[in-house]
């Protein structure tokens, strides 16, 4: 079974740009998880979608957004971005069809540096 | 928010030596999972925990959650330079909605010398 598969790995943007981060999951998995990880914050919660649907979502400011397909596919958008924004930017999934926590299923991530 | 905190920081044993990392949070939790992150590499699951006193082994490794489900451990027994990695204990959001989220301690980044 192929695992969580991020695009792309590495990115560098300039501020005040936008970016596109994909995210598919692993077969049959409906629910996508993304995260923020930075050396100084460790590994924040940005926002959780099942079937289509966000439920869940971290405080974040609004730049970040996210949308999940029909095919349990995920992106995250940032726009405008910040310095601060550089991470690396995990997307999880997991089978989550009760609601009850289940193991996340990480991908490699998307490094981004924005300067 | 919900809170986890992760103890120490940071680790540094000789090959052969053991290692315990801990986490606490200010609320009790549904349950407790952990995961390590190789360097350059992203977070992997080891181990759920739910039970109230639950003691699970996976080889080497010993995880424990407490009576009061509030804190866990983790012990690596002779530790090996493949244990080298950052461990991470997580623990789901707390109340009302548990979907997806789930709050990481800060991690423990453990370095082995051979």
């Known amino acids: 079974k192929a695992g969580v598969t991020q695009t792309p790995r590495y990115l560098i943007k300039t501020r005040g740009q936008q970016v596109t981060l994909s995210c598919s999951p692993i077969?049959?998995?409906?629910?996508v998880s993304w995260y923020q990880q930075t050396p100084g914050q460790g590994l924040q919660f940005l926002f959780e979608?099942?079937?289509?649907?966000?439920?869940n979502k971290g405080n974040f400011p609004g730049r970040f957004s996210g949308r999940q397909f029909s095919n349990s596919r995920s992106e995250m958008n940032v726009s405008t971005l910040e310095l601060g924004d550089s991470a690396l930017y995990l997307c999880?999934?997991?089978?989550?069809?009760?609601?009850?926590?289940?193991?996340?299923?990480f991908g490699q991530g998307t490094r981004l540096t924005v300067v | 928010g919900q809170q986890v905190m992760q103890i120490p920081q940071y680790q540094h044993v000789q090959e052969g030596e053991d290692f315990t990392t801990y986490c606490n949070s200010s609320?009790?939790?549904?349950?407790i999972q952990w995961y390590k992150q190789r360097p350059g590499g992203h977070p992997v699951f080891l181990i759920q925990?739910?039970?109230?006193?639950e003691v699970k082994k996976q080889k080497r490794l010993t995880f424990q959650f407490g009576e009061a489900k509030k804190n866990s451990s983790l012990h690596i027994t002779a530790t090996q330079t493949t244990d080298v990695g950052t461990y991470f204990c997580?623990?789901?959001?707390?109340?009302?909605?548990?979907?997806?989220?789930?709050?990481f301690g800060q991690g423990t980044i453990l370095t082995v010398h051979p």
């Open positions: 925990l739910v039970k109230s006193g």
């Open positions: 077969s049959g998995h409906r629910s």
């Open positions: 999880a999934s997991s089978p989550l069809s009760t609601g009850r926590n289940t193991e996340a299923f």
């Open positions: 997580a623990a789901p959001n707390a109340g009302g909605t548990s979907y997806g989220k789930l709050t």
């Open positions: 609320t009790t939790l549904s349950n």
């Open positions: 979608y099942f079937s289509e649907t966000q439920r």
